[in-house]
């Protein structure tokens, strides 16, 4: 039997053997990579360490004296009932899951009307009390620890000052009215020397510090705690 020879399979042979060659001999061109612009807040690995035992040194040493132990200096500079917890260990870093900061921020939008601008959010230092709940009857999660409360922020007049917003309703009509953190948390300021206002405190300690603001009513807060965020 004669062999025929194939017309049509030579040539497509020929091309593939062709297209390999080229492919495998040929220089790999630049590799093309995302060019994000890097914002000006973005801090190098040894400033953040530097960050950290800067805080060890002058701030977290100072919490573990406090909750750890009690003397008439600190008994006069910062005035506490709290007794003494000789192990406690302050709170050095706080989580926020992705989950939460996306559902958070689409939260703070929803609720928030056209005619509020958003200008950003404000973290806000705080403490759990020593106790089991807070004055509104939640549990309080981790008490003596370290946390922090986070609120959107928006402008207020010309101090250029982004103020924390919630929403409350203060006159129980079901009107929910803009409210400014800082209006109340200002309040609680400090004395002569630098540490907290007696006075102040003792206001805070009392039941009487919340009694006016008890029969607000808050179903559209913007205030977020107890989030994951304490150690």
């Known amino acids: 039997m004669k062999n025929r020879t194939n017309f049509i399979g030579y040539p497509i042979v020929a091309i593939i053997a062709a297209l390999i060659t080229y492919y495998c001999t040929r220089e790999p061109g630049p590799v093309i990579t995302p060019d994000p612009t890097q914002p000006e807040e973005i801090i190098s690995f040894k400033d953040a360490v530097q960050l950290y035992g800067s805080y060890s040194k002058n701030r977290a040493c100072v919490i573990k004296t406090f909750e750890s132990r009690r003397d008439s200096l600190l008994d006069k500079l910062c005035p506490s ?48 009390p020593d106790a089991e709940k807070f004055v509104d009857g939640k549990p309080i999660p981790d008490p003596r620890r370290n946390t922090f409360f986070i609120a ?14 919630t929403f409350a309703d203060r006159n129980n009509d079901g009107r929910q009215e803009l409210v400014f953190l800082e209006d109340v948390l200002d309040q609680i300021g400090y004395g002569e ?27 559209q807060s913007t205030i977020a705690n107890d989030i994951g965020s304490y150690p």
Not at 95 to 114: A, M, N
Not at 153 to 159: C, E, I, M, R, V
Not at 193 to 200: E, F, H, R, T, V
Not at 207 to 212: C, E, R, V, Y
């Open 81 to 128: 009932d709290r007794k003494p917890i000789s192990n406690f260990v302050p709170s050095r870093s706080f989580y926020l899951s992705k989950d939460f900061l996306d559902e958070y921020i689409s939260y703070v939008k929803w609720v928030t009307p056209d005619s509020i601008d958003i200008t950003g959010y404000r973290l806000y230092l705080g403490n759990y």
């Open 152 to 165: 959107p922020t928006t402008l207020l007049g010309s101090d250029n000052l982004h103020r924390g917003y």
């Open 193 to 219: 020397q630098g540490s907290l206002d007696p006075q102040m405190m003792q206001q805070i300690q009392t039941a009487g510090f919340f009694s006016a603001f008890m029969g607000i009513q808050e179903n």
